[in-house]
T-cell receptor, first 112, second 114 residues
Framework: TQLLEQSPQFLSIQEGENLTVYCNSSSVFSSLQWYRQEPGEGPVLLVTVVTGGEVKKLKRLTFQFGDARKDSSLHITAAQPGDTGLYLCAAYSGAGSYQLTFGKGTKLSVIP | DAGVTQSPTHLIKTRGQHVTLRCSPI?????VSWYQQVLGQGPQFIFQ???????GRGNFPDRFSARQFPNYSSELNVNALLLGDSALYLC?????????????FGSGTQLSVL
């Protein structure tokens, strides 16, 4: 069973700071997804990365997929209180598998 | 358009009881998946259904079962509840249930087992 390791587990920063969170595994993925989950809500898909080395930008969020497709990072520029939430990476368990496996997440708090 | 709706939003049960959770997918979505999210963890896959057939099952005991109805809504049943079953149960839908297809999650049912 593949394991997605996310770090850090918790992150508390001041508004305006930059941050990076990581998602690592020993497995190779055909694609990897990032979600954000707010308290009392279900996860919401932010992005799917597919190609090794791929970089995707979503406003102040930059997502990168490792060249070997084993790891990914999420960088937030000039964090805002609205970025507060649980950031989860997820990937499908194997070829033809319908099982989406999530990491434990990074809980981000942005202090005004 | 309405998103994925789940009911009830909160539920309190005692050990040994049975519980049924319900999910209505987004209109036009034929696939429903269930996830369990224990406090401090990411969601864990329980089941996926497509066109009323089970497509995938995670590492959960037989106390967990589910079904999908002709209107594509779904129920998750848990028998003989244990304290460790306390969690947020999430339902997600997508149009075809294809691998890599975007999942749309509901807000979940918070189950507390006392």
């Amino acid at each position: 069973t593949q394991l997605l390791e996310q770090s850090p587990q918790f992150l508390s920063i001041q508004e305006g700071e930059n941050l990076t969170v990581y998602c690592n595994s020993s497995s190779v993925f055909s694609s990897l997804q990032w979600y954000r989950q707010e308290p009392g809500e279900g996860p919401v898909l932010l992005v799917t990365v597919v190609t090794g080395g791929e970089v995707k930008k979503l406003k102040r969020l930059t997502f990168q997929f490792g060249d070997a497709r084993k790891d990914s990072s999420l960088h937030i520029t000039a964090a805002q209180p609205g970025d507060t939430g649980l950031y989860l990476c997820a990937a499908y368990s194997g070829a033809g598998s319908y099982q989406l496996t999530f990491g434990k997440g990074t809980k981000l708090s942005v202090i005004p | 358009d309405a998103g994925v709706t789940q009911s009830p939003t909160h539920l309190i049960k005692t050990r040994g009881q049975h519980v049924t959770l319900r999910c209505s997918p987004i209109s036009g979505h034929k696939s429903v998946s269930w996830y369990q999210q224990v406090l401090g963890q990411g969601p864990q896959f329980i089941f996926q259904y497509y066109e009323k057939e089970e497509r995938g099952r995670g590492n959960f005991p037989d106390r967990f079962s589910a079904r999908q109805f002709p209107n594509y809504s779904s129920e998750l049943n848990v028998n003989a509840l244990l304290l460790g079953d306390s969690a947020l149960y999430l339902c997600a839908s997508n149009p075809r249930g294809d691998v890599g297809e975007k999942l749309f999650f509901g807000s979940g049912t918070q189950l507390s087992v006392l």
